[in-house]
Structure formats: C-alpha cells, structure tokens
C-alpha cells in the first residue's frame, strides 16, 4: 500500500509500504476513508532533523475495518469507524478515568512498528477499545466533521472542560488555527457567554465567529493582552484556551487570565518553562490541559455530529489525494490552507 513518511524539515513522501494485517488477536485492520495534516505534523515538519531512512507519520483517521484479529469485539468488516489520535484498550484503570491517552496497553500512530495514520490502511491495535463504529455510509458528507473527532475537534474540547467551562464562562482563546476554532466551538457549546478569539488571519476567525466568538483581538504580545483586558474591564477572562503551542502564547494566556481563572494549554509546547512565578500565585491561577483523550470524549460529542448541530469538518478547507500530500504540508505550514483532508 501506499503511505506517508517524513524523512527531515520539509521532506515528506508518499511511498510503497508493507500492507497491514493481523499480528494480535486484539488487531484490527482499517482501510482509510478520510485522514488529514495536523497542526502538530507541522512541528517535525518544520524542523525534523534529516534521516536516511524515514518515519510514518498521521494520526487521524477515519475508515472501513477489512479484518478483526480472533479477540475483537463488536467490530465487524464493513463497519465505518473513526480512530482517537492515541489507540488504547479503553479498559484499564487509566481508560476508564477517561485517560485513555496514559493506557497501560496503549500507544501513538506511527511508532514502535504502528502504522500512521496518512495512508491507505493501517493496522489498530487494540481494536476493540480505540475504534468507534459510525452509524453511516462510506459516502457521508459528514466524514469530515466525523474524522474531526479523531483529534481536533476533542482536543479543543478537551480545552475547554478542564478549563471549567460552562454556563457563563468568560473564555479567551488564542489561536485562530483548526484547534482553536474548535476550542471557540466547544466552549460556546458547553455555554460561554463571552469567547474572545486571538487571532489574524481573516477568514479564519470569520469561522470562528461562526463557531461562536463574540470579539476578535488581531493584535499579538502586549498589545494583544491590552486589548483582552480591555475588553473585560482590565480583568481577562475565567478560563484562557491556549491553542498554539509557543512561549509567547502560553504567556499571554497568563497575562489575560482572570485572578482565580484557569489558562488550559492544548497547543504541543514548544518551550521548557511556564510563568507559575509570584504574580501568577498572588491570582490564584490555574494551569491546566495537556494532551486530549479523545476516545473519552467520542460518545458524547458524536450525536450532535451525527444530527448537525455541531460541524467542527468546516475546519478542513483544502482536500486532497494521497499523493499530494507533500504539497498538503506545504500549505499549512505556507498557511495557505487551514487543515488539510487526504482522500486516499
Ligand atoms: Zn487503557
């Protein structure tokens, strides 16, 4: 089969790979339907040292399952399934705290001999716990906000619950790329009043209006963190949905937090140090977050997928085939395109 490897910064490749099958009773094999560019593959895209041999990389992925190992459960061929962006048994102690992202028997995409997720197939492990079947056909328009599931649209969510919002929430959220749309999505669903979106590129914070921002802050930095507090009476916001990644937005997260708020950090960090000083403690802030079980949030976000009060899919605004995948990385890195749908 064909799939995606990168072998440094800016090298990525589509090449002929073994075709998955069975090695556990607890395997399931899964042809993909939809997979898609992450704005974490953006961060070895841009920076992965140079290699002679290269990595799988993808992590979310939607498909038909082709074939279930001895042991799997409640999966059949031909079911339609979405896979979380970590695969876990969903039974342990961790997996049942909702944690499945620390399962005991669990693990990433693309590592330790696992298939990525941008490619024709991948093989699951842990089938029975990591798959969610999907009540619809091959062909639905809502892959799109279905393959949301695997990754961004629980990530923002994720955001937002260990923020603590709900009803009347006061929320800031930096970053206008696909997972801050979406935290500005599950905040306003989760009922926040006032969601105060960081970001400057145009079209995409017009969705994020869409998606339920109430005001727009281009401004980054300081001048930035003036216009929040401004905004909120000199106050900042009850919970701060960091969404990027960078010492500069993890800052500002901490300079518009509310005394007594909760900044939630999902953006893959990319610096060593968070300012939990003097000033921070005297505000009683929180820092929360970290990476997103998404298989503890599938179930209950799924409905509203399913019956279209939510479509977190809008956040794909380019589609491609397998093949142009490395023109796929090179436009959102370019950010030219928001987030990138692969149609194998
Ligand atoms: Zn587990």
């Not at 490749?13 to 094999?29: G, H, K, L, S, Y």
């Not at 140079?50 to 990389?57: D, F, K, W």
């Not at 005001?215 to 960091?242: F, K, M, N, P, Y």
Request: with cysteine; glycine share 14%.
């Amino acid at each position: 089969m064909r799939a995606t490897l990168i072998y440094g910064a800016r090298d990525v490749r589509v090449e002929d790979v073994p075709d998955p099958e069975i090695r556990q009773p607890t395997d399931a094999v899964v042809r993909v339907l939809r997979s898609c560019i992450c704005g974490s593959d953006l961060w070895p895209y841009g920076a992965r040292p140079a290699t002679e041999q290269g990595e799988r990389i993808g992590h979310e992925f939607l498909g038909v399952v082709e074939d279930v190992g001895a042991e799997v459960t409640g999966l059949k061929t031909g079911d339609v399934v979405v896979a979380p962006f970590v695969w876990s048994d969903n039974t342990c102690d961790f997996c049942r705290e909702g944690l499945q992202t620390s399962c005991r028997h669990g693990g990433f995409w693309a590592a330790d001999g696992v298939d990525g997720g941008q490619g024709e197939a991948v093989r699951v492990p842990q089938a029975h716990g990591t798959l969610v079947k999907l009540p619809v056909g091959e062909d639905s328009p809502l892959l799109p906000s279905l393959l949301a599931l695997s990754d961004v649209f629980p990530t923002g969510h994720h955001c937002a619950v260990t923020a603590g919002v709900g009803p009347h929430t006061s929320v800031t959220v930096i970053g206008d790329g696909a997972v801050g749309l979406c935290a500005v999505l599950a905040a306003r669903r989760l009922g926040a009043e006032r969601i105060v979106l960081m970001g400057r590129h145009k079209a995409r914070t017009a969705l994020g209006r869409e998606f339920g921002a109430t005001d727009l802050v281009s401004e980054r930095g300081g001048e930035g963190i003036e216009r929040v507090r401004e905004l909120t009476g000199g106050d900042g916001t009850q919970a701060v949905l960091e969404c990027v990644g960078t010492k500069e937005a993890i800052e500002t997260a901490f300079a518009v937090a509310r005394a007594g708020g909760a900044v939630s950090r999902v953006g893959v960090p990319q610096y060593e140090e968070v300012p939990m000083g003097f000033p921070e403690f005297l505000r009683n802030l929180t820092l929360t977050g970290g990476v997103a079980p998404a298989r503890a949030y599938i179930e209950e976000l799924l409905p509203e997928v399913l019956d279209g009060t939510i479509d977190p899919g809008r956040v794909f605004d380019r589609t491609i085939g397998l093949e142009d995948v490395a023109d796929g990385y090179r436009a959102m890195a370019a950010r030219e395109a928001l987030k990138v749908l692969i149609r194998p």
